[in-house]
């Protein structure tokens, strides 16, 4: 049984940071893309970040710069590293083995003064 879970939400002030974990169980992860979902309040899913099974990662352009995606394969972990927080980046952060129906149920991250 597939499993993901995020950790690492919180409460942050504008320009501060978190790193926000998934542990992965279930599958063999090092041959796994994964990927960094959030959705805000009222909108759609988005995809954050990716890293594939080369460690090769991509960034949506809002987070370009200020977040860093990385993985530990022998912790079956993907991590999400945030910098320099901004309120619009309040979400509900969920990771995802890419090409699968497996998600984790999500990590609250909320900027806020």
């Known amino acids: 049984q597939v499993q993901l879970v995020e950790s690492g939400g919180g409460l942050v002030q504008p320009g501060g940071s978190l790193r926000l974990s998934c542990a992965a169980s279930?599958?063999?992860?090092?041959?796994?893309?994964m990927d960094w979902y959030r959705q805000a309040p009222g909108k759609q899913r988005e995809l954050v970040a990716t890293?594939?099974?080369?460690?090769?990662?991509s960034y949506a352009d809002s987070v370009k710069g200020r977040f860093t995606i990385s993985r530990d394969n022998a912790k079956n972990t993907v991590y999400l590293q945030m910098n320099s927080l901004k309120p619009e980046d309040t979400a509900v952060y969920y990771c995802?083995?890419?090409?699968?129906?497996?998600w984790g149920k999500g990590t609250l991250v909320t900027v806020s003064s």
């Open positions: 890293i594939t099974s080369g460690a090769g990662t």
């Open positions: 279930g599958i063999i992860f090092s041959r796994y893309v």
């Open positions: 995802r083995v890419r090409g699968t129906d497996y």
